[in-house]
């Protein structure tokens, strides 16, 4: 394979910045590490099901959650490197993000896999396909159906004659081939591509049945959504060309999985005519199966009025952006079909108390569905061996995730992760130290520790230079500091404490202390004192409510005391952090 | 005497809670039970999305795939499947229609030092030669 200079311009300079972000009681009581690339942060977090993931966050989205909400204070170190360095970085970490996401996609295929192998050995003539649940076949044919159903037919005249009738006559006759030759020693690949067969049969049978969408794969108009004006009506005809020509381009792809694509392509297809014709904006329910949910209680009510109010505006926002776009309306589409499900989501959820369900990120429609099947002659023993083959492949495929991505506070951590992450992007710790400076063995002593870390990549690396950003708090008080001047010994005994300051509010998961100590050095021991010496106050006081509150209150007391001792010995973790109701409406936007 | 084992106790402890919770616990997982967190964080922080900021993010990952193709000498199967994951996290799903995948895949191909008479014989690419898309991968790798 030739090779050539990938960038002719060496002079230019591209920097990274290593992050180090100090420590606050909760979310990241040791400190974290994280590495900004261009707009986005590359950092690894701890997941509640136990996975230790490497995590892509914009840096409006970091500097939000860090910053704002955990009132912690961020520093940077930049460093400089040639395009060609900076991209052989971007890109490593791109990838191992993306091989992260394959590896626990894998996990779910392997699953699919084996339910396809055990539906055709029990021959009980139905077969699971993703997206499939979008559609079904309606008795009653109403008026905004009856539209429906004339687009679909429509955009088959734009196919020769016959061509789904002998298309999925000729599917079928590869998947008999490929089912006739399943044995126990196929391999993924083979069964991930009669998966992909059966879902390209099926779209088409879709199409050839003109099936129309399923009532509950679509979110209606809530009460408040006000109808579509001429302009949007013109963008979502053209949409419409632009998923018809999608359909029939599919059609004729070479994609290994087209059929699944088409599914999601017609029924995006029918909800646009849908929203055409009713002169309302419906959209298709994207949420995964299986999917977290989270019930509202009375307390929360009240705050998620003010959380109702976020997302409805980001909603509607969305709602404008995709009519305002001119490039890449699939994306738009996904933006604004995911921004109007969480809404209708938290609307429902609110209006009717139901619950309500939750996912991050871009959501794409799934709703698996069943076709029904044929018969394939198919070798039964052979295929109960190759089931039991997937079994234990997906057990052992478990594990090695489960032990991949497994936090170890010294071994496996943010700090020791990032660096063994950046060493890996080099062929060998010599291009290392030529490109960064240094070459820094992850598991070297005390480097797990984030700030330890940090002052070695201070040290080690070629920094160019370095930047402070202070914690929400503590850049509020400098601001008022500067504000008045003349009036900085008030300022200072105001705000030193949580009973009196103006630029925090006490929050229950902060545990009870009394004083600051985060901007304090030499009188921290004394406060943490009274700190401590506070929340030991509340902990007998809490005894009292012992019954009723199931111990919450003494266990907040006996976190409290815990995170005032760093403070007598001039260490300090605590510095309060900031709700999201405490937002003003600037705030809350990162 | 007292004074010393007091003081170094306290740091024991005081490192001991600075680990407590290890480096950062995902803010969009927080505690599983506070729903307005979880509600705030699967909305991405409640803040709208311009496409271009995903097409972007699209790019990135198709550039970082390609590079890793080229290094791996992937599969056509794998290669095409890989780019369809890709552009499903971004909500694209027809990604043969979409330019940047082209733009993308060029920028990756020269990342990647693949010389441009070489591209033709990579699997997958070799399909794309007569294809008008090929036209824009090319303009890619030559910018």
């Known amino acids: 394979m030739g090779v050539n200079s990938s960038h002719a311009n060496t002079h230019q300079q591209e920097s990274l910045d290593f992050i180090y972000v100090n420590s606050n009681i909760g979310e990241a009581a040791g400190g974290h590490t994280a590495l900004r690339i261009g707009e986005h942060v590359f950092h ?23 910053h704002k909400l955990f009132n912690r204070s961020i520093y940077l170190a930049s460093l400089s490197l040639t395009p060609d360095d900076y991209y052989k970085i971007k890109n490593h970490f791109t990838q191992l993000l993306i091989e992260q996401q394959q590896s626990l996609q894998a996990l779910k295929e392997g699953d699919a896999h084996k339910r396809l192998i055990d539906e055709l050995i029990h021959q009980n003539h139905v077969l699971t396909i993703p997206r499939l649940g979008l559609f079904s076949v309606l008795d009653k044919i109403d008026l905004e159906n009856q539209h429906l159903e004339n ?3 429509q955009l088959k005249t734009d196919l020769p004659p016959s061509f789904l009738k002998d298309n999925i006559s000729q ?37 050839e049945q003109s099936s129309l969408l399923n009532p509950e794969s679509i979110f209606y108009p809530l009460a408040n959504e ?7 009506k013109e963008v979502l005809k053209q949409y419409s060309e632009q998923l018809k020509h999608s359909i029939l381009s599919l059609l004729y792809s070479s994609r290994p999985d087209k059929g699944t694509a088409l599914l999601l392509q017609i029924a995006k297809y029918q909800v646009i005519i849908l929203s055409l014709t009713t002169g309302y904006l419906t959209t298709l329910d994207p949420f995964p199966e299986p999917v977290k949910s989270v019930s509202i209680d009375d307390e929360e009510r009240i705050i998620l009025e003010t959380l109702y109010e976020h997302v409805k505006k980001t909603a509607q926002a969305q709602r404008k952006l995709f009519f ?22 938290l609307d429902q959820g609110i209006e009717h108390q139901q619950v309500v369900r939750l996912s991050s990120g871009t959501l794409i429609p799934s709703r698996t569905g069943t076709i029904l ?24 495929k478990t594990e090695q995730i489960q032990t991949q991505l497994r936090y170890h506070i010294t071994n496996n951590n943010c700090a020791t992760a990032l660096i063994e992450s950046v060493n890996s992007a ?47 708090r503590l850049k509020n008080l400098a601001d008022l500091y500067q504000e008045q001047p003349d009036n900085t010994l008030m300022i200072w005994l105001r705000e030193s404490n949580v009973l009196s300051s103006t630029l925090y509010e006490v929050r229950k998961e902060d545990t009870p202390f009394l004083f600051f100590t985060d901007e304090q050095v030499l009188s921290r021991p004394v406060f943490g004192l009274v700190n401590f010496s506070y929340a030991a106050i509340h902990g007998v006081m809490s005894l009292f409510t012992f019954p009723m509150d199931r111990g919450n209150a003494l266990y907040e007391s006996s976190r409290g005391m815990f995170f005032s001792l760093p403070e007598l010995a001039f260490w300090n973790i605590r510095k309060g952090t900031y709700g999201h109701t405490y937002l003003t409406p600037t705030e809350a936007s990162p | 005497m007292s004074y010393r084992l007091l003081f170094s106790s306290t740091l024991i402890i005081a490192l001991c809670s600075s680990f407590i919770s290890g480096c950062s616990i995902s803010y969009s997982s927080g505690k599983s039970s506070d729903s307005i967190q979880s509600i705030l964080s699967s909305s991405g922080g409640g803040n709208e999305t311009k496409s271009t900021e995903s097409a972007s993010l699209y790019q990135d990952d198709v550039i970082a795939a390609t590079v890793s193709f080229v290094n791996t000498e992937g599969t056509n199967f794998d290669f095409q499947n890989q780019i369809s994951f890709i552009a499903q996290n971004h909500g694209i799903t027809d990604w043969e229609n979409e330019k940047t995948t082209y733009t993308a895949m060029g920028e990756g191909l020269r990342q990647a030092g693949v010389t441009q008479d070489n591209i033709k014989t990579l699997p997958y690419f070799n399909r794309l030669a007569s294809n008008v898309n090929y036209s824009n991968i090319l303009q890619a790798y030559q910018k």
């Open chain 1, 171 to 207: 599917v079928k006759k590869e998947l008999q081939l490929q089912i006739f030759f399943l044995n126990s020693h196929s391999t993924e690949q083979t069964i991930s591509h009669i998966q992909q067969t059966w879902d390209f049969l099926a779209a088409l049978h879709v199409l």
């Open chain 1, 373 to 396: 099947l044929d018969y394939f002659p198919v070798k039964v023993s052979e295929l109960q061996s190759l089931s039991h083959k997937i079994e234990i492949q997906q057990h052992t």
């Open chain 1, 151 to 153: 687009s679909i037919k």
């Open chain 1, 426 to 472: 080099f062929k060998n710790p010599l291009e290392v130290k030529k490109s960064l400076g240094a070459w820094l063995p992850p598991n070297e002593t005390l480097s797990f520790i984030p700030f330890i870390f940090y002052q070695k990549i201070l040290a080690e690396y070629d920094i160019k230079h370095t930047h402070i950003i202070p914690s929400r």
């Open chain 1, 226 to 232: 006000t109808p579509l004006n001429h302009h949007e």
């Open chain 1, 44 to 66: 690894y977090q701890f997941f509640p099901n136990g996975h230790f993931l490497l995590v892509r966050d914009s840096w409006q989205q970091f500097f939000f959650f860090y």
């Open chain 1, 324 to 345: 305002a776009e001119t490039q890449h309306y699939e994306i738009a589409w996904s933006l604004l079909e995911s921004s109007r499900a969480r809404f209708y989501e």
